[in-house]
Protein backbone atom coordinates (compact mmCIF):
# COMPACT_ATOMS: atom_id res chain seq x y z
CA UNK A 1 0.00 0.00 0.00
CA UNK A 2 1.27 3.44 -0.82
CA UNK A 3 2.55 5.58 2.09
CA UNK A 4 0.31 8.56 0.67
CA UNK A 5 -2.53 7.86 -0.79
CA UNK A 6 -5.09 10.63 -2.76
CA UNK A 7 -8.66 10.21 -3.98
CA UNK A 8 -9.72 10.55 -6.80
CA UNK A 9 -6.79 10.15 -9.06
CA UNK A 10 -9.10 11.21 -12.06
CA UNK A 11 -11.69 13.87 -11.59
CA UNK A 12 -13.55 15.89 -14.16
CA UNK A 13 -16.15 18.14 -13.30
CA UNK A 14 -18.17 21.51 -14.71
CA UNK A 15 -17.54 25.48 -13.60
CA UNK A 16 -18.99 26.40 -10.20
CA UNK A 17 -18.79 22.83 -9.01
CA UNK A 18 -17.65 22.36 -4.87
CA UNK A 19 -15.12 19.73 -5.16
CA UNK A 20 -12.76 17.86 -2.81
CA UNK A 21 -9.49 16.06 -3.03
CA UNK A 22 -8.17 13.86 0.28
CA UNK A 23 -5.06 13.01 1.37
CA UNK A 24 -4.33 10.24 3.68
CA UNK A 25 -0.74 8.96 5.13
CA UNK A 26 1.17 6.25 7.20
CA UNK A 27 4.24 7.75 7.14
CA UNK A 28 3.24 9.03 10.82
CA UNK A 29 4.49 12.94 9.78
CA UNK A 30 3.24 15.82 11.21
CA UNK A 31 4.00 18.07 7.97
CA UNK A 32 1.68 17.62 5.14
CA UNK A 33 1.31 19.81 1.68
CA UNK A 34 -0.62 20.26 -1.49
CA UNK A 35 1.44 21.07 -4.81
CA UNK A 36 -0.22 21.88 -8.00
CA UNK A 37 1.29 21.48 -10.74
CA UNK A 38 1.08 22.75 -14.56
CA UNK A 39 3.03 21.94 -17.22
CA UNK A 40 6.32 24.29 -17.77
CA UNK A 41 5.42 25.46 -14.11
CA UNK A 42 7.05 23.24 -11.72
CA UNK A 43 5.41 22.53 -8.61
CA UNK A 44 3.18 25.50 -6.67
CA UNK A 45 2.39 25.12 -2.83
CA UNK A 46 -1.09 25.78 -2.14
CA UNK A 47 -1.19 24.92 1.26
CA UNK A 48 0.91 23.58 4.22
CA UNK A 49 0.25 22.09 7.44
CA UNK A 50 2.62 21.28 9.99
CA UNK A 51 -0.26 19.44 12.88
CA UNK A 52 -4.21 19.82 13.33
CA UNK A 53 -3.83 23.35 14.27
CA UNK A 54 -1.67 24.45 12.23
CA UNK A 55 -2.60 25.91 9.11
CA UNK A 56 -0.33 28.07 6.30
CA UNK A 57 -1.02 29.47 2.82
CA UNK A 58 1.43 28.69 -0.04
CA UNK A 59 2.24 31.07 -2.89
CA UNK A 60 -1.26 30.25 -4.47
CA UNK A 61 -4.08 30.14 -2.26
CA UNK A 62 -6.83 31.82 -3.67
CA UNK A 63 -9.36 29.73 -4.39
CA UNK A 64 -8.61 26.95 -2.87
CA UNK A 65 -9.10 25.82 0.95
CA UNK A 66 -7.89 22.76 3.34
CA UNK A 67 -9.08 21.09 6.22
CA UNK A 68 -6.27 19.10 8.53
CA UNK A 69 -8.79 16.47 9.84
CA UNK A 70 -6.21 14.71 11.65
CA UNK A 71 -2.55 13.79 11.52
CA UNK A 72 -3.03 11.58 8.96
CA UNK A 73 -5.68 13.70 6.73
CA UNK A 74 -5.40 16.78 5.05
CA UNK A 75 -8.09 17.66 2.11
CA UNK A 76 -8.04 20.50 0.14
CA UNK A 77 -11.38 21.69 -1.10
CA UNK A 78 -12.35 24.30 -4.41
CA UNK A 79 -15.55 25.67 -3.26
CA UNK A 80 -16.25 26.99 -6.85
CA UNK A 81 -14.28 25.57 -9.29
CA UNK A 82 -12.81 27.75 -12.71
CA UNK A 83 -11.31 26.23 -15.70
CA UNK A 84 -7.76 27.73 -14.80
CA UNK A 85 -7.97 25.21 -12.23
CA UNK A 86 -7.44 22.66 -14.26
CA UNK A 87 -4.08 20.39 -13.34
CA UNK A 88 -2.21 17.51 -11.81
CA UNK A 89 -2.66 18.05 -7.95
CA UNK A 90 0.13 16.05 -5.41
CA UNK A 91 -0.26 15.45 -1.80
CA UNK A 92 3.24 15.02 0.52
CA UNK A 93 4.20 14.90 3.91
CA UNK A 94 7.77 15.32 4.22
CA UNK A 95 10.60 13.54 7.37
CA UNK A 96 11.30 16.11 9.16
CA UNK A 97 15.36 14.92 9.35
CA UNK A 98 15.98 14.74 6.18
CA UNK A 99 13.20 17.10 4.29
CA UNK A 100 12.66 14.48 2.14
CA UNK A 101 9.11 15.12 0.82
CA UNK A 102 6.93 11.64 -0.08
CA UNK A 103 4.33 12.39 -2.94
CA UNK A 104 0.92 10.82 -3.54
CA UNK A 105 0.43 9.64 -6.81
CA UNK A 106 -1.48 12.72 -8.00
CA UNK A 107 -5.53 13.69 -8.28
CA UNK A 108 -5.84 15.21 -12.03
CA UNK A 109 -8.72 17.19 -11.95
CA UNK A 110 -10.16 19.20 -15.32
CA UNK A 111 -12.72 21.88 -14.63
CA UNK A 112 -15.11 22.51 -17.88
CA UNK B 1 10.13 35.68 -2.51
CA UNK B 2 12.12 32.36 -2.44
CA UNK B 3 12.90 31.90 -6.07
CA UNK B 4 14.43 28.30 -7.36
CA UNK B 5 15.35 28.63 -11.31
CA UNK B 6 16.15 25.86 -13.56
CA UNK B 7 17.89 25.55 -16.77
CA UNK B 8 17.86 24.64 -19.54
CA UNK B 9 13.58 24.11 -19.12
CA UNK B 10 14.07 21.50 -21.78
CA UNK B 11 17.10 19.16 -23.70
CA UNK B 12 17.19 17.19 -26.23
CA UNK B 13 20.31 14.33 -25.96
CA UNK B 14 21.64 11.15 -27.63
CA UNK B 15 22.23 8.04 -25.66
CA UNK B 16 25.30 8.01 -24.18
CA UNK B 17 25.49 12.09 -23.50
CA UNK B 18 26.67 13.42 -20.62
CA UNK B 19 24.12 16.25 -19.12
CA UNK B 20 24.49 18.97 -16.51
CA UNK B 21 21.43 20.50 -15.45
CA UNK B 22 21.92 23.84 -13.32
CA UNK B 23 19.75 24.95 -10.64
CA UNK B 24 20.02 28.13 -8.48
CA UNK B 25 18.16 29.66 -5.62
CA UNK B 26 17.37 32.14 -3.80
CA UNK B 27 15.53 31.22 -0.73
CA UNK B 28 15.09 32.48 3.21
CA UNK B 29 16.53 30.50 5.83
CA UNK B 30 18.24 28.33 3.26
CA UNK B 31 18.57 24.77 4.78
CA UNK B 32 18.95 22.45 2.18
CA UNK B 33 18.27 21.61 -2.18
CA UNK B 34 16.49 18.46 -2.94
CA UNK B 35 16.69 17.15 -6.41
CA UNK B 36 13.71 14.61 -7.91
CA UNK B 37 13.00 12.89 -10.83
CA UNK B 38 10.01 12.77 -12.02
CA UNK B 39 8.38 10.37 -15.10
CA UNK B 40 4.35 9.73 -15.79
CA UNK B 41 3.62 10.18 -11.90
CA UNK B 42 4.66 11.53 -8.87
CA UNK B 43 8.36 12.70 -8.35
CA UNK B 44 11.05 10.38 -6.81
CA UNK B 45 13.95 11.57 -4.75
CA UNK B 46 17.07 11.74 -6.14
CA UNK B 47 19.52 14.21 -3.76
CA UNK B 48 19.51 16.05 -1.01
CA UNK B 49 22.25 19.08 -0.29
CA UNK B 50 23.52 21.19 1.93
CA UNK B 51 26.05 23.86 2.19
CA UNK B 52 28.94 21.56 3.37
CA UNK B 53 29.74 21.54 -0.26
CA UNK B 54 29.62 17.19 0.19
CA UNK B 55 28.97 16.08 -3.39
CA UNK B 56 26.15 12.82 -3.87
CA UNK B 57 26.44 10.08 -5.98
CA UNK B 58 24.06 7.38 -7.27
CA UNK B 59 25.47 5.42 -9.91
CA UNK B 60 25.54 7.69 -13.31
CA UNK B 61 23.68 10.73 -11.29
CA UNK B 62 25.87 13.20 -8.75
CA UNK B 63 24.97 16.37 -7.85
CA UNK B 64 26.90 19.17 -5.86
CA UNK B 65 25.78 22.19 -4.02
CA UNK B 66 28.11 25.73 -4.39
CA UNK B 67 26.71 27.73 -1.29
CA UNK B 68 28.81 31.01 -2.91
CA UNK B 69 26.92 30.72 -5.97
CA UNK B 70 23.87 29.55 -4.83
CA UNK B 71 23.44 27.25 -7.06
CA UNK B 72 23.49 23.18 -7.59
CA UNK B 73 24.37 20.77 -10.54
CA UNK B 74 22.90 17.47 -11.60
CA UNK B 75 24.60 15.62 -13.83
CA UNK B 76 23.94 12.21 -15.35
CA UNK B 77 26.92 10.04 -17.75
CA UNK B 78 26.71 8.07 -20.54
CA UNK B 79 22.69 8.88 -20.42
CA UNK B 80 20.34 6.14 -21.05
CA UNK B 81 16.52 6.38 -22.62
CA UNK B 82 15.57 5.09 -19.12
CA UNK B 83 16.91 8.39 -17.60
CA UNK B 84 14.17 10.38 -19.99
CA UNK B 85 12.24 12.83 -17.38
CA UNK B 86 11.25 16.47 -15.60
CA UNK B 87 13.94 16.58 -13.27
CA UNK B 88 12.82 18.80 -10.53
CA UNK B 89 15.14 21.13 -7.95
CA UNK B 90 13.89 22.28 -4.85
CA UNK B 91 14.50 24.61 -1.89
CA UNK B 92 13.94 23.84 1.56
CA UNK B 93 13.53 26.72 4.16
CA UNK B 94 14.02 26.25 7.36
CA UNK B 95 12.38 27.74 11.08
CA UNK B 96 9.15 28.26 11.52
CA UNK B 97 7.53 28.25 7.89
CA UNK B 98 9.53 25.47 6.42
CA UNK B 99 8.40 24.36 2.90
CA UNK B 100 10.26 23.56 -0.45
CA UNK B 101 10.22 26.16 -3.30
CA UNK B 102 10.68 24.67 -6.76
CA UNK B 103 12.01 24.92 -10.02
CA UNK B 104 9.88 25.05 -13.28
CA UNK B 105 11.70 21.82 -14.11
CA UNK B 106 14.17 20.65 -16.91
CA UNK B 107 12.48 18.29 -19.53
CA UNK B 108 15.43 15.73 -20.35
CA UNK B 109 14.59 13.66 -23.56
CA UNK B 110 17.45 11.04 -24.10
CA UNK B 111 16.91 9.48 -27.66
CA UNK B 112 18.36 5.97 -28.69
Known amino acids: DADVTQTPRNRITKTGKRIMLECSQT?????MYWYRQDPGLGLRLIYY???????NKGEISDGYSVSRQAQAKFSLSLESAIPNQTALYFC???????????FGEGSRLTVL | EDKVVQSPLSLVVHEGDTVTLNCSYE??????LLWYKQEKKAPTFLFML????IEKKSGRLSSILDKKELSSILNITATQTGDSAIYLC????????????FGKGTKLTVNP
Open chain 1, 92 to 102: ATVGANTGELF
Open chain 1, 27 to 31: KGHDR
Open chain 1, 49 to 55: SFDVKDI
Open chain 2, 27 to 32: VTNFRS
Open chain 2, 50 to 53: TSSG
Open chain 2, 90 to 101: AGRTQGGSEKLV
